[in-house]
């Protein structure tokens, strides 16, 4: 097992702005993982003294990511719906397809900056990331396996009892350690260097705003951050954004979690970062470009009891104020994240 270099104390973390954790060992094909709190950046809410991270847990967090071993017949895989180019997300159809062409009822999120975030799917119906790839794995309409299943196909494989014991130590692979290595990959995906983290938080002396870029920044901040508060782009709450119900798939979002007639057609306000890349737009996809995103905001919104008071009333802003605005969005873009080979497919 690989030496973990932790740079920082847990008595050091609550003072300092910027935590770096970080691991010695470099793969062919692999640069050094890190996890970063930026300056300006509040503390992460991911327990990482639950889940210490290190090289191997990661390594095969991105192995069990990329395999489609996790689905009850090793056709689907995690990445099929979360895509390293679109944030991690899907560009290809509205809602999620899984095991034999089956359709789920919404859009994957991306996957990006998971140790800031309190709740997960669009619904929160999840607390933890360990929990997560619960939800995927046993559901019928996209991977159709059980953990049990799951566990033991992994404890099949003389590749992968190697590597849980370099990543665990010696012993059957569980549950628990799958989940914890998952989430190892998971917790490590950050997107924290877009051209606005660049001018913004980094306050580059080479990089600037366009005219139009700063007059987006302006709108944005008078309309949108309320909800998607830099520098995560999201507050992590759940807000009804005056979307038609769509009859075939009559989904009334967290609401059906908890039962609660004032969670009616709450959504998961999704992080605008990367929002270029990771089109459709909104829990069901039914959104193709910014445009069409942000003239909902101006003509669209049904009132409802439950909508978000901020969206009591329309977005008064004009053609040329709305391609400002999208300018901006396009600085939230992080390329070296959509094309880092740490993240890519290295399954054996």
């Known amino acids: 097992m690989n030496t973990i270099k932790v740079l920082l104390s847990i008595t050091t973390l609550l003072f300092l702005s910027i935590t770096v954790i970080s691991f010695s060992e470099k793969q062919t094909g692999d640069g050094e993982v890190t ?79 998971l140790a800031w975030s309190t709740s997960f799917m669009w619904d929160g119906r999840v607390k933890t990331l360990e929990e997560q790839p619960v939800n995927p794995i046993t559901n019928p309409v996209e991977m159709d396996n059980s953990m049990d299943n799951v566990v033991k196909k992994l404890n099949e494989s003389d590749t992968y009892k190697a590597d849980f014991n370099k990543a665990f130590g010696y ?79 009559k989904d009334y979002g967290r609401m059906l979690i908890t039962q609660d007639p004032k969670d009616s057609l709450l959504f998961k306000v999704p992080s605008l970062r990367n929002v270029a890349a990771s089109y459709p737009y909104m829990h069901d996809g039914r959104f193709n470009t910014l445009e069409e995103v942000i003239d909902h905001y101006r003509f669209n919104v049904v009132q409802s009891p439950t909508l978000a008071p901020e969206l009591r009333q329309p977005l008064r802003i ?25 993240f890519r497919n290295w399954v054996r």
């Open 171 to 249: 012993g059957p692979i569980t549950n628990q350690k799958v989940l914890k290595a998952i989430a190892q990959f998971l917790v490590s995906l950050q997107s924290t260097n877009s051209k606005y983290d660049k001018v913004i938080v980094q306050k580059s002396k080479e990089i600037s705003f366009t005219e139009d870029e700063k007059s987006g920044l302006q709108i944005f901040r008078d309309h949108c951050a309320q909800c998607h508060k830099e520098p995560l782009f999201t507050d992590n709450r759940f807000k009804n954004i005056g979307m038609k119900v769509i009859p075939f798939y």
């Open 35 to 113: 996890f970063k709190v930026p300056n300006g950046w509040p503390k992460p809410v991911y327990d990482f003294k639950k889940n210490p991270l290190s090289q191997e847990r990661f390594k095969l967090g991105r192995r069990l990511f990329f395999d489609p071993v996790l689905s009850r017949d090793s056709s689907i895989s995690c990445s099929s719906c979360h895509t390293q180019f679109s944030a991690f997300t899907h560009v290809d159809h509205p809602v999620s397809h899984g095991i034999n062409g089956l359709k789920g009822t919404r859009n994957s999120l991306t996957i990006f900056n």
């Open 318 to 342: 004009n053609e040329e104020q709305k391609a400002q605005l999208i300018a901006f969005l396009n600085t939230l873009t992080d390329e070296e994240f959509l094309y880092d080979m740490r």
